[in-house]
């Protein structure tokens, strides 16, 4: 039986640079960049930085 | 007015046999507490109190009405306490307005002991929960780290703004160009 072939994408979990623990779940290319983005932490009401780790 | 009636026809009732008695005696007559329960000595039985705890209490409320709580017998619904102060307060103001002259406003003793409440357990310390512990509640966790916790937040808050001013600037150069994606080179697969 053949083996099974890794996906194309795979899913991240973008962790807030605050250190409050807060994090966004996205997919992104298997081959690709780390993403990082600027989006809202509710922890401490405001946009911050947010940076990808291993689902 | 309908509360000194009140407590006037209660002594008239209790002391009826003392007061007829020795009316010229020049000690306190003796009466049996009709607020606290009696042994019977033949056949060794407890008869209840006369007065129901809840007449107890209702005496007891038009008594603090009418300023004749000194008159009342000790009780479950009055300690000798509030009774002490009571008589004391009677006699600091006098015979103003009260009706110590009459008859059945007399200084009587009451036969009968009262039973001593048992103390409730924290009542030193002033709190019940604690009563016959060692240790009190130190906190949950996540209180005892709180301040630790909020101080690094603060901490990773305070250069936010540069560090997204410098994303900005610099995240467009990361994304590769999405025609130059390299193909997945495998170096375990032999190209023939």
């Known amino acids: ?55 | 007015m309908a509360a000194l009636q009140a407590i006037k026809q209660f002594r008239l009732k209790e002391l009826a046999t003392a007061l007829t008695a020795a009316p010229e005696a020049t000690t306190r007559p003796k009466v049996p507490n009709p607020f606290l329960p009696r042994k019977n000595p033949e056949s060794g039985r407890w008869a209840p109190p006369k007065y129901s705890l809840r007449r107890q209490a209702e005496l007891v409320k038009l008594a603090r009405a009418s300023n004749t709580l000194h008159l009342l017998p000790p009780g479950l619904k009055l300690g000798v306490q509030q009774l002490a102060t009571a008589a004391s307060t009677q006699s600091a103001t006098g015979t103003s307005a009260s009706p110590s002259e009459e008859v059945w406003a007399q200084d009587v003793e009451w036969e009968g002991e009262l039973k001593k409440k048992k103390a409730v357990p924290g009542a030193e310390i002033g709190s019940k929960l604690y009563a016959g512990r060692r240790r009190m509640f130190k906190g949950h966790k996540w209180e005892r780290t709180r301040e630790a916790r909020e101080e690094e937040r603060r901490k990773a808050m305070e250069h936010m703004s540069k560090r997204i001013v410098g994303f900005k600037a610099s995240y467009r150069r990361k994304i590769p160009n999405p025609a130059s994606i390299p193909q997945a080179t495998s170096y375990t697969k032999l190209p023939f």
């Open chain 1, 1 to 55: 039986m053949a083996s099974k072939s890794k996906a194309r994408t795979v899913i991240v979990r973008m962790v807030s640079s605050a250190k409050t623990g807060y994090f966004y779940t996205t997919q992104r290319l298997r081959i690709g960049p780390k993403l990082s983005a600027v989006k809202y932490d509710p922890r401490v009401k405001a946009r911050v930085l947010f940076m990808e780790t291993k689902k």
